[in-house]
């Protein structure tokens, strides 16, 4: 795909982008918040790639930047939807490989925790009304979010939100699949860090219907030791949408965990709805904070991610565990 002109507006990028394949929708809109001035570029690496699961619907490296526009990351996984690196553009890309097969990862942060603005460094892509190259997850049964975490700075991050110069965010935004009707924020699919019962909490978090209630499985191991500062982590996280069961992973072993909340937020014991998820394409995905539309900050994470996938299906327990080996045997 050619790259877009310098001077297009987000509006022309966008037509661009829908009149071509869908699997370029997320080139389309970049804008300057984007901040892709420069031009350094990653060279691919090849064991990456051989060591990846496969039938990743998303797979990102941050080793292969679009050719062109290296404020994006392409998709190394059947999807094809590349990934906005919003404000930070290609400085996003540092040499910290998550494991032998890696040399570049991915940094997210905080920029200016005493003001009020949207210049946090995270990632995504974001498409009111559904992104079409992310529709092997519309109705989808089972879903499976997995990558390399590095914690690196203050968690949670100050809110600047809020007046308060003491006031924090309630989360730590690690990876997340849009709803199909989500203004950036709420998820199909999520990993992340969230207050529970006011204990910061590892958690896995999923909403089957678009419209409905989220479901919340939360570690009981403290997270801090679940993620220890500035050591690489390997976390996944698996949401079956017909039987409600989700798990954590860390390190390719399960993490013990339970439920927050009782009931049927599903609405799976009632027939609510179809079987699996809503019928609708997400509206995107959020990597190291929300809002990859970059209109306000929240949950903005300091700290790098490698290897990020997200699967239209619940991997099992020894495909993670054998994944984990492979990659971290340099396989």
Same mark, same amino acid.
């Given at each position: 795909?050619?790259?877009? =002109?310098?001077?297009?507006?987000?509006?022309?990028?966008?037509?661009?982008?829908?009149?071509? =394949?869908?699997?370029?929708?997320?080139?389309?809109?970049?804008?300057?918040?984007?901040?892709?001035?420069?031009?350094?570029?990653?060279?691919?690496?090849?064991?990456?790639?051989?060591?990846?699961?496969?039938?990743?619907?998303? $797979?990102?490296?941050?080793?292969?930047?679009?050719?062109?526009?290296?404020?994006?990351?392409?998709?190394?996984?059947? @999807?094809?939807?590349?990934?906005?690196?919003?404000?930070?553009?290609?400085?996003?890309?540092?040499?910290?490989?998550?494991?032998?097969?890696?040399?570049?990862?991915?940094?997210? &942060?905080?920029?200016?925790?005493?003001?009020?603005?949207?210049? #946090?460094?995270?990632?995504?892509?974001?498409?009111?009304?559904?992104?079409? @190259?992310?529709?092997? $997850?519309?109705?989808?049964?089972?879903?499976?979010?997995?990558?390399?975490?590095? +914690?690196?700075?203050?968690?949670?991050? +100050?809110?600047?939100?809020?007046p308060d110069p003491n006031d924090r965010y309630n989360a730590v935004g690690l990876m997340g699949l849009l709803s199909?009707?989500?203004?950036?924020?709420?998820? &199909?699919?999520?990993?992340?860090?969230?207050?529970?019962?006011?204990?910061? &909490?590892?958690?896995?978090?999923?909403?089957?219907? #678009?419209?409905?209630?989220?479901?919340?499985?939360?570690?009981?191991?403290?997270?801090?030791?679940?993620?220890?500062?500035?050591?690489?982590?390997?976390?996944?996280?698996? $949401?079956?949408?017909?039987?409600?069961?989700? =798990?954590?992973?860390?390190?390719?072993?399960?993490?013990?965990?339970?439920?927050?909340?009782?009931?049927?937020?599903?609405g799976l014991q009632s027939g609510e709805g179809q079987r699996g998820t809503s019928a609708t394409n997400p509206a995107?995905?959020?990597?190291?904070? @929300?809002?990859?539309?970059?209109?306000?900050?929240?949950?903005?994470?300091?700290?790098?991610?490698?290897?990020?996938? $997200?699967?239209?299906?619940?991997?099992?327990? #020894?495909?993670?565990?054998?994944?984990?080996?492979?990659?971290?045997?340099?396989?």
């Amino acid at each position: 795909m050619d790259a877009p =002109a310098p001077h297009s507006s987000p509006v022309d990028r966008l037509l661009t982008a829908v009149s071509g =394949a869908a699997a370029i929708v997320a080139l389309a809109l970049v804008s300057s918040a984007c901040g892709g001035g420069s031009t350094a570029q990653a060279q691919p690496q090849t064991q990456a790639e051989t060591i990846q699961l496969p039938g990743a619907a998303v $797979f990102y490296d941050f080793e292969h930047p679009v050719p062109g526009d290296p404020a994006l990351e392409q998709d190394q996984g059947s @999807s094809g939807t590349p990934l906005m690196l919003v404000n930070g553009g290609a400085t996003m890309r540092v040499q910290d490989g998550a494991h032998p097969g890696s040399t570049m990862s991915l940094q997210t &942060r905080q920029v200016n925790p005493d003001a009020a603005g949207n210049d #946090d460094w995270k990632a995504g892509v974001y498409l009111e009304g559904g992104v079409p @190259s992310l529709a092997a $997850f519309s109705g989808v049964e089972a879903v499976t979010i997995m990558g390399w975490v590095k +914690p690196m700075g203050e968690h949670p991050a +100050p809110n600047t939100e809020t007046p308060d110069p003491n006031d924090r965010y309630n989360a730590v935004g690690l990876m997340g699949l849009l709803s199909g009707n989500s203004d950036g924020h709420a998820v &199909r699919a999520l990993l992340e860090l969230i207050d529970v019962n006011g204990t910061l &909490r590892l958690v896995a978090l999923g909403r089957r219907l #678009d419209p409905g209630q989220s479901r919340t499985y939360a570690a009981n191991t403290p997270w801090e030791e679940l993620l220890p500062r500035d050591i690489w982590t390997f976390l996944a996280a698996t $949401f079956d949408f017909t039987t409600g069961e989700m =798990a954590l992973y860390r390190n390719g072993q399960p993490i013990d965990g339970f439920y927050t909340a009782g009931g049927d937020p599903w609405g799976l014991q009632s027939g609510e709805g179809q079987r699996g998820t809503s019928a609708t394409n997400p509206a995107g995905i959020k990597i190291g904070g @929300s809002f990859p539309q970059n209109d306000r900050e929240r949950n903005p994470f300091n700290g790098r991610f490698d290897d990020l996938a $997200f699967f239209d299906r619940a991997l099992t327990a #020894d495909e993670i565990r054998q994944y984990y080996d492979a990659v971290t045997a340099g396989q």
